[in-house]
């Protein structure tokens, strides 16, 4: 059975930075999407970034590029979002994702995404 466990979220201020984590567990991934989604209250759920885990290649939305940073270690078979430069409209609940493909035209799309895990809070006071 594939587990997702997000941590590391947390109240912090405009400004501040956050390092999200999604421990991976039931299945070793090769060639897979690995992605971080958020859902903000009466929002739909969005693409924040992606990694393909074997290359590293990453996809990142544009609010938050340059200052996001997904990383993976496939050691700990853990991936991690670092969020710096936070600001309020990060405000969201943060989900893992893992996905069975490897394309990259598939990374921002949800409904690829087959795994999740069950979210973080992560909120940012202006």
């Known amino acids: 059975q594939v587990q997702l466990v997000e941590s590391g979220g947390g109240l912090v201020q405009a400004g501040d930075s956050l390092k999200l984590s999604c421990a991976v567990s039931?299945?070793?991934?090769?060639?897979?999407?690995m992605g971080w989604f958020r859902q903000a209250p009466g929002k739909e759920r969005e693409f924040v970034a992606a990694i393909e885990w074997s290359g590293g290649n990453t996809d990142y939305a544009d609010s938050v590029k340059g200052r996001f940073t997904i990383s993976r270690d496939n050691t700990k078979n853990t991936v991690y979002l670092q969020m710096n430069s936070l600001k309020p409209e990060d405000t969201a609940v943060y989900y893992c994702?893992?996905?069975?493909?490897?394309?990259?035209?598939?990374?921002?799309?949800?409904?690829?995404?087959?795994?999740w895990g069950q979210g973080t809070q992560v909120t940012v006071s202006s």
């Open positions: 039931g299945r070793t991934f090769s060639r897979n999407n």
């Open positions: 994702a893992a996905s069975k493909y490897y394309s990259a035209a598939l990374r921002r799309y949800r409904s690829t995404y087959e795994y």
